[in-house]
Each structure stands twice: as C-alpha cells, then as structure tokens.
C-alpha cells in the first residue's frame, strides 16, 4: 500500500522559515513534488526532485528561497521553506510519480498525500 505522510505545517509569522517533510513508503518513485492550495484556489506547482538524479524544478514564486530535497535511505522527501510570505499560505501536498516527464504537472503524479497546512501571518 502506498503511503506519503506530509508534516511539518504550522502557523509562523512572515519571514520565518518552515521545513516540510513528506515520508513514502509502498513502492518506489521515479520523482517526487510539492504542490500546494490556497484557499478559493487551484492546487499549484510548487518544487521537484528525481528520486535518482540532480535534477529539480521550481515555481517561480518560490525560486531562491524554497529548497527541495530528499533523503533516499529514508525515503523522505524536503521542503525548506524561507523568507515566507503570507502568499505562501496554503494546504501543502506531497506527490509521487512513477514516470518522471516534466515534474511540473498535477495530471503526471499518481499518488498524493492529504496534506499539512501552512499559514503565513503578515
């Protein structure tokens, strides 16, 4: 059975940092992703990583000051999280694919987490 358990959410004020994790388990991954939804909105494309491979991907409005990255003899997934804005706000979810394409796309991941909420107070 596949699982991945996001924690780390909580409330912190504007400027703070946050670290996400998201543990897997169940079968291996090929990429793994952090998306994330605002209230009122769709669920975006926030940061990628190859299981096997350098590569990694950012949204724009993250790039420079969140950090992806995995501990692959845990199998647990980072999201390191600086410099926060109350825009970063949102339901962050883990994703897993077992084809890696373009990592940015919601429809390429087949397995999701439920979840840990992160709010940004200005």
């Known amino acids: 059975q596949v699982q991945l358990i996001e924690s780390g959410g909580r409330l912190v004020q504007a400027g703070d940092s946050l670290r996400l994790s998201c543990t897997a388990s169940?079968?291996?991954?090929?990429?793994m992703a952090w998306f994330r939804q605002a209230p009122g909105k769709e669920r975006e494309f926030v940061a990628a990583i190859e299981v096997i491979g350098p590569i990694t991907a950012y949204a724009d409005s993250v790039k420079g000051r969140f950090t992806v990255s995995r501990d692959n003899t845990q199998n647990i997934m980072f999201l390191q999280m600086n410099t926060l804005k109350p825009e970063d706000t949102g339901v962050y979810y883990c994703?897993?694919?077992?084809?890696?394409?373009?990592?940015?796309?919601?429809?390429?991941?087949?397995?999701w987490g439920r979840g840990t909420q992160v709010i940004v107070s200005s």
């Open positions: 169940g079968r291996a991954f090929t990429s």
């Open positions: 994703a897993a694919c077992t084809t890696t394409q373009t990592l940015r796309l919601r429809s390429e991941y087949d397995y």
